[in-house]
Structure formats: C-alpha cells, structure tokens
C-alpha cells in the first residue's frame, strides 16, 4: 500500500486532485468531496476505495496539521529521520526532524537542544573540571590558610556546576511537555475537525 509518510506536500495535494498554490479551505472543500464519494459507506466494502479513502484522509491530514503549524509560526518541512511532511524542529546539527522523531528515543536523539542548553551543559563539565583541579591544589598545599582558600573555591565550583545542571534538567522537562502539549493539541483539533465534519 502507498504511504503518505514519504510523500512531499505537492503529492499530498495531487491526492486531494489539487495543485499549489492552493488555500485551506480549498483543502477542505476537495477532502470533503472525495470522502463523500470514498466513504466506506457508500461503496460496500470495496477494498480498493476503502484503501483510496485512508490515502486521501491521511494526505488531507498531513496538509491541515502542516498549515496549522504554518499559522502558530512553527517550521514545517521533511523529517530526516521517518520521512514524514509537517512540524519539525531543528537538530544542533541543523537537521529537521518531526515533533514524533524529536521526542521519540528511536528517533536517535531525543532532543535537538537548543545553544543555550549546550552550552550550559558545557559550562557544568567545565565547573566540575575545575572544582577538580582547586581540590587536587587543597590536597597538595602545605600552608593550612592556602587549604582553605582552595578548599572553598573547589566547593563553590562544585555548587555552581550542580545548578547548572539543575538548570538545564528544568529547561529540558519545561521544552519536552511544551512540545507533548502542542502536539497532542493539533492532533486534538485536527480530530475534532474530521468528526465535526463527519456528523455534518
Ligand atoms: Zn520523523
């Protein structure tokens, strides 16, 4: 069976027997015409419509949650990773990868971390690099007052590197439940959308 999960926006609409440029409701209005045809109701259990139906509510889909994603300012492009059209968020390596693939561990990386959060992860290895290094430094001085000097910056270093990392770990568990909340928001609606229509 043909899958949407590989197919560009512009084959997406050629389902839907339309061509760019096009508008949503444009979208709506072919999806709703062919549903009406394709719909297993009306066709008594031909497989070969039942299949074309999945097709084109599965293209019709792709294309509403892309233009969804278009109008609350999101990127929207290929996933590098399963294929698929619609939101991506940009990897550190500059790679797009889909809102599933993101936060998916099969997806390779489980985020594409923003600058920020490297670089404060950096900053935590480094911090605890040095608290390291002024411990070494305690242990080997003689003067009891140079001890304590070195003692006291090592800790100090050592608690500057755990809040940095605690730091991080916040920013990390705020950005994943943004993200699981918008995502299960647009599929939400989009669902909302199909069985509002489907009642009409
Ligand atoms: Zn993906």
């Known amino acids: 069976m043909l899958s949407v999960r590989s197919m560009p926006p512009s084959e997406c609409l ?3 027997g339309l061509t760019e440029p096009v508008s949503v409701e444009q979208i709506k209005q072919s999806y ?14 031909d497989e070969a419509a039942h299949q074309r139906f999945m097709l084109v509510t599965e293209a019709y889909r792709t294309l ?10 999101r990127q929207v492009g ?4 399963c294929g698929r059209f619609g939101e991506v968020a940009r990897g ?3 790679s797009s990868l889909c809102t599933r693939c993101v ?16 670089a404060r992860c950096l900053t935590a290895i480094a911090l605890i690099c040095v608290a390291g290094y002024l411990l070494l430094q305690a242990l080997a001085a003689e003067d009891a007052r140079r001890v304590v000097a070195y003692s006291a910056a090592a800790s100090a270093s050592g608690l500057l590197s755990l809040l940095a990392l605690a ?13 699981e909340r918008n995502l299960s928001r647009s599929y939400r609606e989009a669902e909302n959308g199909r069985r509002s229509r489907r009642r009409s």
């Open 92 to 94: 550190v390596d500059g």
């Open 32 to 45: 709703r015409r062919l549903a009406h045809h394709l719909h297993p109701d009306r066709n008594g259990g």
């Open 78 to 81: 290929t996933c590098v990773h």
């Open 14 to 16: 050629s389902l839907l």
């Open 64 to 73: 509403v949650l892309a233009s969804q994603a278009v109008e609350r300012g």
């Open 167 to 179: 730091w991080t770990c916040v920013t990390v568990r705020v950005c994943l439940t943004h993200h």
């Open 103 to 118: 936060l998916s561990p099969r997806g390779g990386r489980l985020l594409p971390m923003p600058v920020l959060v490297v």
